[in-house]
């Protein structure tokens, strides 16, 4: 699963990016992509040796591949992790405990 969603982010990361560069080329000005997640985002899901062998399955090498996909990360912090009073179940996806939720970030 972690392989096919790691495929999906790269091909709609690639697919905005090439909007992004047509329109900034049409129009004659800059253009950012913000991506909410990341491809990255997945390792939270599986061990370090499973994430390494899809990367290497996929020929991406981890440190590198973030420098070649993005320009600049963020990285914000789970409210789980020093805001637990706002770290709550009211959305459906969130199925993770406060402790969960600290491990993965």
Same mark, same amino acid.
């Given at each position: &699963? ?7 982010? /790269?091909?709609? *990361?690639?697919?905005? $990016? ?14 950012? +992509?913000?991506?909410? %997640? =990341?491809?990255? !985002? ?6 370090? *040796?499973?994430?390494?062998? /899809?990367?290497?399955?996929? =020929?991406? !090498?981890g440190g =590198? +591949? /973030?420098?070649?996909?993005? !320009?600049? +990360?963020?990285? &914000? /912090?789970?409210?789980?992790? =020093?805001?637990?009073?706002? $770290? ?7 199925? *993770?405990?406060?402790? *969960?939720? %600290?491990? %993965?970030?």
């Amino acid at each position: &699963m972690q392989t096919s969603l790691l495929k999906t982010q /790269i091909s709609l *990361e690639d697919i905005f $990016y090439s909007i992004a560069l047509n329109e900034s080329s049409e129009l004659n000005k800059p253009a950012v +992509v913000l991506c909410d %997640r =990341g491809i990255f !985002d997945g390792s939270a899901y599986v061990t370090s *040796e499973l994430w390494a062998q /899809i990367l290497d399955e996929q =020929g991406l !090498d981890g440190g =590198g +591949v /973030i420098d070649k996909r993005y !320009d600049a +990360v963020v990285h &914000m /912090i789970t409210a789980a992790d =020093g805001a637990e009073k706002f $770290y709550n179940f009211s959305n459906e996806a969130r199925y *993770e405990s406060i402790d *969960e939720a %600290r491990v %993965r970030d």
